[in-house]
Structures are given as C-alpha cells and as structure tokens.
C-alpha cells in the first residue's frame, strides 16, 4: 500500500463548477500538508501549505485536511479552464527529520 | 518568487553516455533536492543536498550521483544512461532551517525532459 493515494482522474467538469480533490495516507505522523498544481510540461507549483486539521483559504482554492480520517481535500470554487492542470498532494511526517511524500497526481480539466 | 532554473528542457542522450543535469536556484535556499516524474509513480527521489558538499541519498538514488560545489547550484549525474532513465527530472529547493529534512515546502523548477536512445 502506496503512504499517499490519490485518484488519478481525469476529472472533468463545466467551467463554474466546484471541484474536490482528495488524497488519503496512511502514516498518522504526517502533519504538513501540501498542494501543489502543475501544468502540462511545467513543473509543480505550490499552492497550499497547512498544518495540522483544519481549513485554510486562498481566494477560490481550500485546502481541507482530516487527521482522524487521514484524508485531505482541495477544493476549487468557480473553476476555471485556467484551472486545468494535473493537482499533486504532498505531506510530510517527522521521522528523525522531516521527509515528504507526493501523490501521484490528479489530471482535472474545466470545459469552457 | 522563488526561481529554480534547470539549464535544458528537453535532452536527447544514447546509451552509455555520462548525462550531466544543472540546477540553480535564487532564494538561498540549504536544502536542494532531484526528483523523476513518471506517469503512474508520481514523484521519486534521487537524491538530495542539505548543505555545500553534503548529500544523502533519496528511495532511487541507483546509477545517479550529484554534485553540489556552491549553495545555488545542484548537479544531478546519470554516469552511464541506461533507456530506463528516461524520464521527467525536477529540481527543487527549499528553506531547510530544521536540518535535512524540512518540514517546509519544496519550490520547483519546470523540469528536464531526458530520453536515452
């Protein structure tokens, strides 16, 4: 079993819509959560960084994230066809130092 | 805005040949790390850098070395490329004030296409 699973779509929606992606783990250590977005032959770009449970908002975009259910979510409100591009979860756990692990990535494309 | 720069975006190496791939990046960053993309698998790490002169070794560090000479500047090295080294690299850097492993975010350049024929 892979530490961090993420749906690898693609998710498609109609532009306006809103978008959930998630990622579930394993190791209940992780406490640093990341989002990062990347666009066709770019690399990743960071969009969230949390810690710990709770919410953090950043205009249209909401990272979510649930230790008790190890899942974390990211959530784009009116989306865009800018907004298509593949989202990698990442998180990182102390274990003697802190060492991060990436999901393998969900493809979302928004439909004008 | 963080910059990494990765010196080429598209390589075309042949087998054998000794592959070097440049990185450089502006923030002052200690920490620097190298990274393949492969569909499916998402995000590996090779190798990663800590400090001038310093590096460990990542999950996939087998038939790649690296350099780091000056703090900005982190070399990855395919000694002899083999075709399953073909692949999407990425360099990232980050803040790395608690040590080799940092708890804070990786920023990324926009990666080297590599193919080995």
């Known amino acids: 079993q892979k530490e961090v699973e993420q749906d690898p779509g693609p998710l498609s929606v109609p532009e306006g819509a809103i978008v959930s992606l998630n990622c579930t783990y394993s190791?209940?250590?992780?406490?640093?959560f990341m989002w990062y977005r990347q666009y066709s032959r770019k690399g990743p770009e960071l969009l969230m960084y949390?810690?710990?449970?709770g919410n953090k908002e950043d205009g249209r975009f909401t990272a979510q994230v649930d230790k008790s259910s190890k899942y974390i979510s990211l959530f784009i409100r009116d989306s865009q066809p800018s907004d298509s591009a593949t989202y990698l979860c990442?998180?990182?756990?102390?274990?003697?130092?802190?060492?991060?692990?990436f999901g393998a990535g969900t493809r979302l494309f928004v439909k004008a | 805005d963080v910059k990494v720069t990765q010196s080429s975006r598209y390589l075309v190496k042949r087998t054998g040949e000794k592959v070097f791939l440049e990185c450089v990046q502006d923030?002052?960053?200690?920490?620097m790390f190298w990274y393949r993309q492969d569909p499916g698998l998402g995000l590996r790490l090779i190798y990663f850098?800590?400090?001038?002169?310093?590096?460990e070794k990542g999950d996939i560090p087998e038939g790649y070395s690296v350099s780091r000479e000056k703090k900005e500047r982190f070399s990855l090295i395919l000694e002899s490329a083999s075709t399953n080294q073909t692949s999407m690299y990425l360099c990232?850097?980050?803040?790395?004030?608690?040590?080799?492993?940092?708890?804070?975010?990786?920023?990324f350049g926009d990666g080297t296409r590599l193919s080995i024929l």
């Open positions: 990232a850097s980050g803040e790395g004030q608690t040590g080799p492993y940092s708890n804070q975010p990786q920023h």
């Open positions: 190791n209940s250590a992780f406490q640093y």
């Open positions: 949390t810690y710990s449970s």
């Open positions: 990442a998180m990182s756990a102390y274990t003697g130092g802190f060492k991060t692990i």
């Open positions: 923030m002052d960053h200690e920490n």
């Open positions: 850098s800590y400090d001038v002169k310093m590096k």
